[in-house]
């Protein structure tokens, strides 16, 4: 094993027991690594019905004739690695992770380098344990149209399914990448640390849409580190409760006018416990960014809404928390944070926790709409925002993502 990558993980043994200030604390030995890790060639109808139904479900392109590339992890086996002739031409890369450090010797200075290796426990056991995950470059002044689709999925029970992601956008490029991720048993652990890099004056846009079990833990590790004029979007959406998730990515504007839009969309109901977060520090002169999460609480769930701004330079930043109870026995909580050592920062918040307006509600079912489909019209117009800044090709996919978790608030 080469040098570098004894001392990271000399790091992670050291941090295997450093437990993150926030969220459930999740025993490893309730769930199964030794899963044998494959790589294949195979198609995505090929690979098992309910896998391939549920991928349908979260909109993947299961037929590929609307996109311009695909990774697909099952468990800790990768199935599926594929990118168009003509981005292939162009020098786009879509494999794994572990392919990647053997392929391109240049990758090891992106790896772990946004987020470290030690942040926590669940960063050290990826390290350590974890197998795959992906790997996206697209070169300089590529702009790739057709969206580019990953999906991370569970199929055995009791998996911890630990994977490492890295994507660069390089100076000048364009990159839509959308991820779906998912899994049948309903009990797994799933940790995925995604590390973005946006180059010089390059746009990343970086669509997630989660259906996980209701007894799968889920803990994304996330980081982003944005150039001069680079341009960066996240957009979070989770489909179906899950029994914790716990997040908190941060965005590192280092160059002159960088820009970061992070949006969240929560679904929580029985029993899920969601500490969910964004961090955008801004390093950069004229940058800007907003932070935007909408939560929508039912049966027992517990949801917290964490954002930060944090201005070091001349900057533009906002937060946007709101959590919307449907429940006698849901609770939420909306922590923002300002923080800054500059007057040149501005900075500003809004919170807000509550329940859907009685009037409202009693104004559209005496517009004949009956009181299910009235709250499934507010609850729409509660979670629609953020989708201007989602490219066109997704923006009708993630609407309709929207539509049904509207549909389904109530019960």
Known sequence: MSGWRVELRRRAENALSKVPPYGVDVDFSEFITSVPATVEERRIEELPSG???????????????????????????????????????YGVVVTS???????FDWVRDYYWRAVP???????????????HGYFIYVPPGVKVKEPIQACLFIHRESVAQLVHNVIIVDEGAELNLVTACASLPTKALHIGVSEFYVRKNAKLTFTMVHFWGHETHVRPREAAIVEDGG???????????????????????????????????LLAGRTSQLDVGGCIVFSGDDTRGEVVSRSVIRDEAYVVMRGELVGERRC?????????????????EAIPMLRTCTELAELTHEAALG???????????????????ATSMLVRGFLEVGLDKIPSPVREYVANVLEVIAKYAKG
């Open 51 to 89: 896998v391939v139904e549920r991928a349908r479900e979260l909109g993947v392109d299961v037929s590929e004739e609307r996109v311009g590339g695909t990774y697909f992890q099952l468990d800790y086996s990768v199935v599926r690695t594929y990118v168009v002739e003509k981005l292939r031409r």
């Open 316 to 332: 533009k930043g906002h937060l946007d928390c709101k959590g919307l109870i449907l429940s006698t026995r849901a609770r939420g």
């Open 97 to 103: 992770i572990e392919d990647a450090l053997k392929k």
């Open 117 to 131: 290796v030690d942040l926590d426990k669940y960063t050290a056991a990826t390290e350590l344990y974890g197998k």
């Open 231 to 265: 341009f960066f979007v996240s957009y979070y959406v989770t489909m179906a409760p899950v029994k914790s998730l716990q997040m908190y990515p941060t965005v590192y504007l280092v160059g002159r006018d960088a820009q970061a839009y992070l949006t969240t969309i």
């Open 355 to 373: 329940r859907i307006s009685r009037d409202e509600l009693e104004y559209l079912m005496s517009k004949g709409f009956t009181e299910e489909e």
